[in-house]
């Protein structure tokens, strides 16, 4: 047994922030400071006990993907049921503890400055502390029973933070979008765990592991795999159940750096991490995952070029580079996809917690009426630009390792076009960052606005990040000994061998798409009105998003409502016609029967009388008319 | 010379006498008489079978016996309800009677 505080009281990591949320909830409401200092004392001793636990697994040797240490408790037992609530920890788990608490940590820390004087002050933080004990629980998760209720739980408190403003119409909308969506991906999720409960008996993981191990039955695991990949492509927001994450930008910056890019989205990633060999059990699943994340990746990036809104981008970016870690685990590299949520975890968050400065001192979100913003915003606007060139993947900026280990992964195990998918993204991704950052942070201003540095709870945050979107990257880097690959992998640890060309290529794609956003946006040497112009439709299509929601509307205007219209029907004339004729018959006849009940003795004696007389009459017939 | 016929065709007489009694009389007094005249119909056509189909057995006469047993049963129990009808109503038309109308 490895003595380890943070093993030890393992429990206590979603609890923390559990106890926040009563208490906050109950007691707290109406002192705000306390409220926000009791979130941030919970988190930092869950990150306290993350990082322990981190220490622990990076000191000690004996906790490896292959052999984790798991604690449980009985939870449910019943006839024939058996469900645990427990503790898995191995390197995955401790990576994304990690990631989850230091994020949250410092999204915490940044709250108390850009919520001030928010009459919800305490009911943020509230929701904020729900939110972290729902994800962590996720993942801890020993298996996929528990792993499901608090997938539901983060769906609880997603659904909470984006309706934050409930006042506001389109929160409302929004907040109401993303729970429905989630809720159609959930279903398929669970219909996933409950053909997998009952094929092979257990929700745990490691024995679900063996179990798929042993197993030849191909059809029914990929049956299984696609349909627990449901849930992935609603909570990570993967082609065609996307539509909720640019909405749910409607809930304050913090929320969307926390939920809705670095951890909550993420969690469909971990979950294809955590169940990864049911999907790598079936060739067919894989290729499925794989291709669906592509194409994501690169049709959120076609999107995110042509919008105007701060917050939409980084939304359709999140999507995008989503698109990439799916893809990542579809082509076979649980390590690539899982690198690079971590790397996207920092750059992502440090970009929303920089928007939601932004915004903080303007009160603009559409990028057209800024410009400029840098001079008055030195810190917010550098924290920016090293976002930018770390999702761009420029060296030796932390998505540039991850984003390349992807593209390496890809081409390593053949997957040509998808290789060409992800290339083609990346320079995509690099000029729209670069478009947002030369449009909003350069340039003249474009509008009137009084910007001004925002207070030092939100800028240390945002320094503390860039510093990891910096320096991140270098865990997982080839050039690093027991890296990030060493601990976090599938089987067997594999060190792709890094690939010069691969690199110089991939630098040079990124280069190339802030080169453009320079000329375009900068030098002016190309109009993007002329471009936008000259290929209108192919802008507009972009620009409305493919016109998926518009698709989404349509099927529900046209298809479901007029089914249900046609159903009403049936239900109005035919079933309800069948019944009421039934009533009016028996009615009729009764009323017209009453007549027959004269109530006078003497007649019931002679219908029964004659009654008799025709029995007679026919039973003797053959007697009489001599037939025998 | 009297054959069965005779005795049948009488029986179906009374029957019929009685049937119609029963059926048009307005009196329940009379009602309960013809009803007697029907149960004796009956009786003739029992002696009247046993008499000239098996002789040596006197089942029909025996079964008459019991018919008219039962018929003075009858007659007292239907004699009780008339006369608590007629304590209730002052009548005994059947006519009045319809109280098993709805």
Known sequence: ?628 | MITLNHYLLLSAILFCIGLYGALSKRNAVAILICIELMLNAVNINLVAFTKFLTPEVLTGQIFAIFVIVVAACEVAVGLAIVIAIYRDRSSVVVENLDWLKW
């Open chain 1, 1 to 628: 047994m490895i003595e380890s505080i943070g093993l030890n009281y393992i429990w206590l990591v979603p609890l923390a922030p559990l106890v926040a949320f009563i208490l906050i909830t109950f007691l707290f409401k109406r002192f705000k400071m306390l409220s926000a200092l009791t979130a941030i004392f919970s988190m930092v001793i869950s990150f306290w006990l993350s990082l322990d636990i981190v220490k622990t697994i990076l000191t000690d040797h004996s906790i490896t993907m292959n052999s984790p240490l798991e604690k449980a408790v009985p939870w449910l037992n019943m006839n024939g049921l058996f469900i645990e609530m427990g503790a898995l920890i191995d390197p995955l788990t401790a990576g994304m503890l990690f990631v989850v608490t230091f994020i949250s940590l410092l999204v915490m820390v940044y709250s108390v400055g850009y919520m001030h004087g928010d009459p919800g002050f305490s009911r943020f933080f509230s929701y904020l502390a729900l939110f972290v004990f729902s994800m962590l629980g996720l993942v801890i998760a020993n298996n996929y029973f528990q792993m499901f209720v608090f997938w539901e739980l983060v769906g609880l408190s997603s659904y909470l933070l984006i309706g934050f403003y409930f006042y506001k119409d389109s929160a409302a909308q929004a907040n109401k979008k993303a729970f429905i969506t989630n809720r159609v991906a959930d279903f398929g999720f669970m219909i996933g765990i409950i053909i997998l409960y009952l094929y092979f008996g257990t929700f745990n993981f490691a024995e679900l592991a063996k179990g798929i191990s042993s197993s030849s039955d191909l059809a029914f695991l990929t049956l299984a795999g696609i349909l627990v990949f449901i849930g992935p492509i609603g909570k990570s927001g993967q082609f065609p159940l996307h539509v909720w994450l640019p909405d749910a930008m409607e809930g304050p910056t913090p929320v969307s750096a926390l939920i809705h890019a670095a951890t909550m989205v993420a969690a469909g990633v971990y979950l294809l991490a955590r169940g990864f060999i049911l999907f790598a059990s079936s060739t067919t699943a894989m290729t499925v995952v794989a291709y669906l994340g592509g194409w994501t990746a690169l049709f959120a990036a076609t999107i995110a070029i042509t919008q105007r809104d701060f917050k939409r981008i980084l939304a359709f970016s999140t999507l995008s580079q989503l698109g990439y870690m799916v893809m990542a685990i579809g082509v076979g590299s649980l390590t690539a996809g899982m690198f690079h949520l971590t790397t996207h975890a920092f750059f992502k968050a440090l970009m929303f917690l920089c928007a939601g400065s932004v915004i903080h001192a303007l009160h603009k979100q559409d990028i057209f009426e800024m410009g400029g913003v840098f001079k008055e915003m030195k810190i917010t606007g550098t924290c920016m630009v090293i976002g930018g060139l770390a999702i761009a993947g420029i060296p030796p900026f932390a998505g540039f390792w991850s984003k390349d280990e992807i593209l390496l992964v890809a081409k390593e195990n053949g997957y040509t076009l998808l290789y060409v998918l992800a290339a083609v993204t990346a320079f995509l991704t690099a000029f729209y960052m670069f478009r947002l950052i030369f449009l909003a942070f350069f340039g003249e201003k474009r509008s009137d606005y009084h910007a001004h540095e925002s207070p030092w709870t939100m800028t240390v945050p945002l320094m503390i990040l860039a510093v990891f979107s910096i320096f991140g990257g270098f865990i997982g880097a080839p050039f690093v000994e027991h890296g990030f690959a060493s601990y976090v992998y599938f089987g067997e640890p594999h060190h792709p061998k890094p690939d010069i060309m691969l690199m110089g290529s991939s630098t040079l794609i990124a280069l190339a798409g802030i080169f453009l956003a320079w000329l375009v946006y900068i030098k002016k040497a190309i109009s993007a009105e002329k471009i936008a112009n000259q290929f209108a439709p192919i802008y507009k299509f972009l620009y409305n998003k493919w016109y998926i929601d518009e698709l989404y509307q349509w099927f529900f205007d046209k298809i479901v409502l007029g089914l249900s219209a046609l159903l009403n029907w049936c239900d109005r004339y035919i079933v309800d016609g069948i019944a009421h004729s039934i009533a009016w018959m028996t009615r009729t006849i009764g009323a017209k029967g009453r007549y027959v009940h004269t109530g006078s003795l003497q007649t019931y004696g002679l219908v029964i009388f004659a009654a008799v007389v025709v029995i007679v009459l026919f039973l003797a017939g053959p007697v009489v008319g001599g037939v025998q």
